[in-house]
């Protein structure tokens, strides 16, 4: 019977790259949605829409109450809406929960325009000629 002998060979290690660096720690990046500055409550809203439109509070009252339950209503059944000084708002998700449904909304703000009469300082137009 013959013997087999097995050659072992020991390779060198050589330092790579990676060895001679120093490891990088890196921090997670978690994108955190950002938080209003301030709160408008309803009686605050109330108020601005009172001062804006000149109106007395309680004629206002009622008919922004209204207003504010038929967006609600509209949100709740599922419509996406339409509304020209505040843009179009697009139903993402809606989660039932014990206390009601929470509804995740995508708004779309339409950007202000400016009316510019012939009286405004910022006129574009130019004076005529004379």
Known sequence: ??????????????????????PVTVEPVVAAPETPDEVTRKKDFIDSVVERSGLKKKDVKPAVEAALAQLAEELTEG?????????????????DTPNGKVVITRIR??????TIDENSVDSPLAEPAE
Not at 1 to 15: S, V
Not at 109 to 114: D, G, N, V
């Open 1 to 22: 019977m013959a013997t087999r002998t097995t050659k072992t060979t020991t390779r060198k290690k050589t330092a790579t790259a990676s060895a001679v660096t120093k």
């Open 79 to 95: 419509h996406e809406l339409v509304v020209p000084p505040l843009g179009k708002i697009k139903i993402n998700r809606v989660k």
């Open 109 to 114: 703000l339409t950007t202000p325009t400016i």
